[in-house]
């Protein structure tokens, strides 16, 4: 070809076409745009006809903002092409043109002193294929200084509307509290609070049972803490007696350990009538 560009007609032997590209990426770019799945695909950047029999011509736009409200903004470009391109930010042409998926192109450009605007700026690539497997990847550094004020919004992954900080549980949308620390979410936790005592306490009294875990987030001493306004110490002792009770026949506690609890039950002030002041007894 006559007026060809380039003295040879490398075709690009793609490892592997769509997801991946047999060259590297510009260091805080992710992947290729390059989303054929075949050779035969025009409806995509990047495909020459394959073997490369006619060089092709392609445009990329990228367009971004630079708000009005910034100053002493500057722009790094870095951008890697297959198989080459030339790069124009607002219509001027910036940086040098690279040949080669490996090779990088940069600009750098200042509001004060380049081609980089307020407002809308396009930066244009023209890109050169040679045929096979085609595409563009590249990174835009923008900063700047902004008279508004920053309004930082801390993430939330599970949309719940608490924050990742304060939720205890960033990846569950139902829950974002555990009142007890548990590990079961206050919403789904038949108790909220319970004790995280390693045994049983019947009021003050430790019966030296171990505080079992009867539910997800429901331990023994949960349902013993339940019966607590019981208006009678009678009916309060028989209440966890009968309770333990239930446990030793289902086998969690021994006959022993029943007794324990029921001891500590019977020695309880619950539902005892407040000790008289003043007045001694007959
Ligand atoms: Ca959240
Ligand atoms: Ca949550
Ligand atoms: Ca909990
Ligand atoms: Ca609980």
């Given at each position: ?18 997801d ?11 992947q ?142 139902n829950?974002?509290?555990?009142s ?55 009916n ?28 500590c ?18």
């Amino acid at each position: 070809m006559a007026d060809c560009l380039h003295t040879c007609k490398a075709v690009v032997a793609p490892a592997t076409i769509g997801d991946g590209h047999d060259w590297s990426t510009v260091p805080g770019a992710s992947q290729w745009i390059s989303a054929c799945t075949t050779l035969d695909d025009v409806d995509c950047i990047g495909v020459g006809p394959a073997g490369g029999k006619d060089d092709i011509v392609m445009w990329y736009r990228i367009q971004f903002d630079v708000p009005a409200n910034w100053s002493d903004v500057t722009i790094d470009f870095t951008t890697k092409v297959d198989n080459a391109a030339s790069v124009f930010l607002n219509g001027n042409q910036v940086g040098t043109r690279i040949i080669g998926g490996n090779h990088v192109s940069t600009f750098h450009e200042s509001l004060s002193n380049g081609s980089l605007q307020a407002g809308t700026n396009n930066i244009i690539v023209r890109m050169e294929d040679w045929g096979g497997l085609s595409g563009i990847n590249y990174r835009i550094d923008l900063n700047g200084l902004s008279t508004a004020p920053i309004v930082v919004i801390e993430p939330d992954s599970d949309g719940d509307g608490v924050p990742n900080s304060s939720d205890a549980f960033p990846n569950d949308p139902n829950e974002w509290a555990d009142s007890d620390g548990d590990e079961i979410g206050d919403n789904a936790d038949p108790f909220d609070n319970s004790s995280d005592s390693a045994t049983v306490f019947v009021g003050d009294c430790d019966s030296g049972v171990g505080n079992q875990e009867m539910a997800p987030g429901a331990y023994f001493s949960d349902f013993i803490a339940e019966f607590g306004d019981s208006a009678l110490h009678g009916n309060y002792v028989g209440a966890v007696s009968a309770l333990a009770n239930e446990w030793k026949k289902d086998g969690l506690i021994s006959g022993r350990d029943k007794g324990k609890i029921t001891s500590c039950a019977a020695q309880s002030d619950t539902g005892k009538p407040e000790p008289s002041k003043g007045k001694g007894k007959k």
